[in-house]
């Protein structure tokens, strides 16, 4: 039987974070494993920084490689390589990639070039994991996930192709498993059938977690994390979190896709539908048992709490005589997936059409004028998301306490409000 382990990159930030994911799986990697790992730190963000550098030419590129080689550089010391292991050229070559992906011509597809060098995050990190463990003795193989997990071309949001990644998991990566005992490969990265890179969306590891678990028929997946497991609220802002021992599927679904952060949306699905339990485990308090999600008669009754900061809430109205729901919705579904934006939350009257959604700028600007041409357009920004699971009217009017509620909606155990500072206009 197979195990799936995913380090985030909070667990692998720097020298010590390295070397304690070392100790974690030599302690607890006592099966067939395979270990999906994520970037370094914030090494996403800088990489995305570099992209938009090349992209946009509003910085100088060279000079913030030069940051986030450095800051390789010292990890790897620190973990105490020498020059001449083969890890210093591991990492030179992924640098002399990355400086490639720079230089390549800007063929003005955005989402191309970011996958193309913000991929290679986890390439770095999983040479200097996969280095260390061997140094000391816990020899593992090192795979390029981008001939495991076969995507389409949607960059920066693959769809995976789940026939052919399959058959490549089954071909591949089962029996390197069986050979080696434990692989290490690239969490939130694919390839397209002309080896093109691709990702699968900010935070994808978990995802890859799931999707390796599923094709190998895993008994489990344990997602290591800097908390001690699924908290009823995000600690960022709320004091006196409850941890969640054990959650269904459904309800973890049902978390994660409101907004809670500590799982990638679509990790859970995959898992459900192999019935894979998926534990989430504290890499700072790895003994403790952390949340277990799995198939059960359990309903998790104490409120849960999703905030979500920088909303956006935009409000159709049609130009024409026409009702919104019957004649137009297809059409607005249509645009948000073309901008590739998910709603948080949506209601419609006879004539209007409310949804709130992240406030990402670079796509919520096109977004707006799109829509323009077709619709009224009004919207509200910044306002906040506030869902709770398993609410009381008590908790509901502390937490819209001077605030200003523009938007809200109930279901049996889901309430959901879009709000504001009350004074703003
Ligand atoms: N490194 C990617 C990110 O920061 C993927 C992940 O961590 O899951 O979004």
Known sequence: MIQVFKFGGASVKDAPAVKNVATIINKFANCNTVIVVSAMGKTTNKLEEITNAYFYKNTDVLSLIEDLKAFHFEIIENLGFENTDSVFNEIENCFTEIIWATEEENSGNYGYHYDQIVSMGEMLATHIVSAYLNKNGVSNLWLDVRGIIQTDNTYRDAKVDYDVSDTLVKTHLIPAVEKHKLVLLQGFVGGTSENYTTTLGREGSDYTAALIAYFTDAQSVTIWKDVAGVLNADPK?????????????????????????????????????????????????????????????????????????????????????????????????KIFSKFQIHANMMQNSALSFSVCVNYDELKIKPLIDELQHHFKVLYNHPVQLMTVRNYNNEILSKLSDNKLILLEQRTRHTHQMVMKEAGGI
Do not use: C, M, W
């Open 237 to 333: 802002y709320f004091k006196n979190t409850k941890k969640i021992d054990e959650l269904t599927y459904h309800d973890a679904i049902e978390l994660t896709y409101y907004g809670a952060t500590v799982i990638h949306p679509k990790t859970i699905k995959p898992l459900q539908n192999k019935n894979i339990t998926l534990y989430v485990k504290s890499f700072i308090q790895p003994n403790n048992a952390g949340t277990v999600i799995k198939e059960s008669n359990l309903r998790v009754n104490i409120p849960s709490y999703i905030f979500k900061e920088n909303q956006i809430l935009i409000s159709l109205q049609p130009k024409d005589f026409s009702f919104i729901a019957e004649d137009n919705l297809s059409d607005i579904f």
